[in-house]
């Protein structure tokens, strides 16, 4: 954590961390130093997701370990500090430069896709009609939460990992409601985070009430990449609709995976 420290307290350009460890985006600088915590992807890189290529805002520098990258992320998701004017200049400098008809937001309840989703239409020129809103988060039991059928060929390890989940959220939840999965975790609500590694174990996480475009190009925006299944569930919940795979790119903040 010394590294952290001292980066805490030099120029806060480019993608920094505040005291709390929460990203602080302030894009001045037109690179990034070997020093950053996160990088700037102004080269437009993707990540290719079910076949689906997913650009992204920032990524971590290699020296950063995944469990602070994940904290780091999840706690920037509770707060929603973000500047908007800086998140809007991320965007710019980092989503694709191609036409965009209709977007789609994954719903969260701490509102960072929504600035997210603001920023994006503005960039893409976007109509309101064109935003496709229903989108819901299927509600379960916690014991229905798992897909039992990949649980029972899953490995002993993401096995444990789930089970410790489960046991976390009944601690958490002693009433068991019926409530959406919500695999990230939350310092302001205490509730568990689910690793990645674990998470294609759960049964499906969201439902579109709504009919989908079949011409034009569609782009799925989330927040955080953590391991992937959030974009790939809504993916193929679009091409299962009519939606050629070919009219749909995703978009998010930032990606856990080191480019």
């Known amino acids: 954590m010394k590294l952290l420290n001292i980066l805490r307290n030099i120029l806060k350009e480019g993608v920094t ?47 950063l370990n995944g469990d602070l990258i994940t904290k780091v992320y999840d706690n920037t998701k509770d707060v929603n500090n973000i ?18 008809d209709y977007i789609i937001a994954l719903p969260s309840s701490a509102g960072l896709n929504t600035l997210l989703l603001s920023a994006l239409q503005q960039k893409y020129k976007v109509l309101d009609k064109n935003i496709l809103s229903n989108i819901s988060k299927i509600e379960y039991f916690i014991d ?62 969201y439902a579109v009430n709504q009919k989908l475009p079949t011409f034009g190009r569609v782009l799925v925006v989330d927040d955080f990449l953590i391991g992937g299944t ?20 995703g978009y998010c903040l930032g990606t856990k995976e080191v480019r």
Request: glycine fraction near 4%; aromatic fraction near 6%; charge should be positive.
């Open 17 to 63: 961390l505040n005291d709390d460890d929460t990203l602080n985006i302030n894009v001045i600088r037109s690179t990034d130093t070997p020093e950053d915590l996160f990088f700037i992807n102004r080269d437009k890189k993707f990540i290719k997701k079910g076949g689906i290529p997913t650009y992204y805002g920032i990524s971590p520098n290699p020296s």
């Open 83 to 100: 500047s908007t004017e800086n998140l809007y200049k991320l965007i710019l400098l980092t989503a694709p430069s191609m036409a965009v």
């Open 144 to 205: 229905d939460m798992v897909n039992q059928e990949r649980y029972a060929s899953a490995d002993p390890v993401t096995q444990r990992m789930t089970d410790t989940w489960v046991r976390s959220l009944k601690k958490r939840y002693p009433d068991n409601p019926k409530m959406p999965i919500k695999k990230s975790s939350s310092v302001k609500s205490n509730h568990p985070g689910l690793q990645s590694g674990a998470r294609g174990l759960l049964n499906p996480v």
């Open 230 to 249: 959030s974009l790939r569930e809504v993916y193929n919940i679009l091409t299962s609709n009519g939606v050629p795979k070919e009219n749909i790119i």
